[in-house]
């Protein structure tokens, strides 16, 4: 049976004003992301990919089109209705950590547990158990500046995953890694998606990119490639 889905973007279009002079960052976007899949979108600098996961991850609205997130429509929400979904529905991973330097790796992981709402009994079990997933459980107590910018990155996903989202997206997740902890945090990402995780990912680097099992390619804002990864 095919997976359900998750995500669907019909005729999604994104337009900046700014002087009168109208930026189109987005046009015509379908796109349809299904549960358990790892998609990466792709294309060159400027092409609207950041605008199309800031779309996605209910971080910013489209000028038109129709959003589905889990079988219900997400446009004309309300602000707090819409930090509500992303609270529980989207984890986040960014290309510069955005860990807090005086919190330790365990408080760090726990802090969207809080602002959920969550108890402190509710909290530790996810914690630990997205340190666990990660390999950084030996880290616990350890503050981002003891850590190295693999261990950093592995720490911001046991974060997003902590919250047991139904997506996460991960905003150029390797880019301010050398090519060893690169490689090391894709495999993670690889390992998550085999067991079960659905994730999408923007990419400038095609080498990653192919770590996928279907890309998107960008180009001016619009969809011009959506096709499996070669193996």
């Known amino acids: 049976m095919a997976a359900r889905s998750l995500i669907s ?15 189109h960052a987005l046009s015509d976007i379908h796109l349809d992301i ?11 600098s400027g092409c609207g990919k950041s605008t199309l996961l800031s779309i996605l991850g209910l971080l910013d609205t489209p000028t038109a089109g129709a959003y589905t997130l889990n079988g219900k429509a997400v446009a004309g929400l309300s602000l707090s209705r819409r930090a509500r979904i992303r609270n529980h529905e989207i984890g986040f991973i960014f290309q510069s950590f955005n860990l807090i330097g005086d919190l330790n790796v365990y408080e760090n992981v726990e802090l969207p547990l809080i602002y959920r709402g969550l108890s ?12 666990e997933e990660v390999g950084m ?12 910018g693999g261990q950093q990155q592995r720490v911001a996903v046991a974060r997003a995953l902590a919250g047991r989202p139904s997506i996460l997206l991960a905003d150029e997740p390797t880019g301010n890694l050398d090519s060893t902890n690169g490689e090391a945090v894709m495999n993670l990402l690889k390992d998550l998606h085999r067991r079960g995780s659905t994730l ?13 099992e279907r890309t998107v390619h960008l180009f001016d804002g619009r969809i ?6 070669q193996a």
């Open 137 to 148: 459980s030996h880290r616990a107590k350890h503050v981002p500046n003891q850590l190295s």
């Open 34 to 44: 299904r549960q358990g899949e790892f998609i990466s979108i792709s294309g060159p």
């Open 224 to 229: 011009v490639e959506d096709a499996p990864c």
């Open 9 to 23: 973007l019909e005729g999604i279009k994104k337009v900046f004003t700014t002087d009168e002079v109208e930026t």
């Open 120 to 131: 402190a009994g509710e909290r530790r079990p996810r914690v630990l158990e997205a340190l």
């Open 200 to 212: 999408c990912m923007v990419t400038h680097d095609t080498r990653f990119a192919q770590h996928a």
